[in-house]
Structures are given as structure tokens and as C-alpha cells.
């Protein structure tokens, strides 16, 4: 793909999250997030597979920033057991991911991968309970 493509696809991508992220509640916000990260561990194989180091790096520093703003979202005062279970999970994920930036371990992001997705799925059932989307 040439750079033009490119640049027009992250530019029809940018306003699309934008739309939904304004016309989200709290729930399908994080669905929204989590729908992003996979997207972006998609690349960064890509990258990893294609030795476009440098992309793979920034792929996985907007990983990152999605699971520490994820991590930063809990409510630690309310949330109780089941948020410091996954605060846990999402530090595993990006010490895995922090590995996978220097190890190029296709492995290791395959693992990050599956937890996410089952992570996606428990949200997605918790906002269909509560009435979402």
C-alpha cells in the first residue's frame, strides 16, 4: 500500500472512533477501547512479521497507553475484588507487551491477545445485561 492509502485509511478510522466513542455509554466505551487495542496488536504482528521495527514500536506504545488508561479507569474505591483482579491482568498484559517490544515474541502477543478477547467478551455481556447495544 502506498503512504496516501494509508494516511486515508487512519484518517476514516480516526473519525469513525471518534463517532462511536461520543455516542457511547461508559460500557461500550471500554468495548470501544478494547476493539482499538486488538486492532492495534493486529498491526503490530504485522509489523513484527514484516521487521518494521520501528512501526512495531509505536503500534505497541498506543497498546500500551490504551491499557494503562484502561488500568487508570477502574474504580479502586467501589470495585472490590473483581477490579483488583483486573488491574492485575491489564499490568500482566503490558509487562507482556513490554517483553514482546524487545523479545519480538509472536508468542507472547498471541497470549496478550487471547486475554483480551476474553476480557472483550466479559464486557460485551456485561453491557448487553445492562441494556447496551
Known amino acids: ?26 460500557y461500550e466505551l471500554v468495548l470501544v477501547l478494547f476493539d482499538g487495542l486488538l486492532d492495534e496488536l493486529a498491526r503490530a504482528r504485522g509489523h513484527i512479521e514484516g521487521k518494521r521495527y520501528q512501526q512495531k514500536g509505536q503500534s505497541l506504545e498506543k497498546c500500551l497507553n490504551i491499557l494503562n488508561g484502561l488500568n487508570g479507569a477502574l474504580d479502586y474505591d467501589n470495585g472490590g475484588e473483581l477490579v483488583q483482579g483486573l488491574s492485575r491482568l491489564y499490568d500482566y498484559c503490558i509487562y507482556r507487551l513490554s517483553d514482546v517490544s524487545v523479545t519480538l515474541s509472536l508468542e507472547g502477543l498471541d497470549e496478550v491477545v487471547h486475554l483480551l478477547e476474553v476480557l472483550r467478551e466479559g464486557w460485551e455481556g456485561v453491557n448487553e445485561k445492562r441494556g447496551g447495544r
Do not use: K, Q, W
Open 1 to 26: 500500500m502506498n503512504d496516501s492509502v494509508i494516511e486515508s485509511y487512519e484518517g476514516y478510522r480516526s473519525v469513525d472512533l471518534e463517532s462511536r466513542a461520543a455516542s457511547a455509554s461508559p
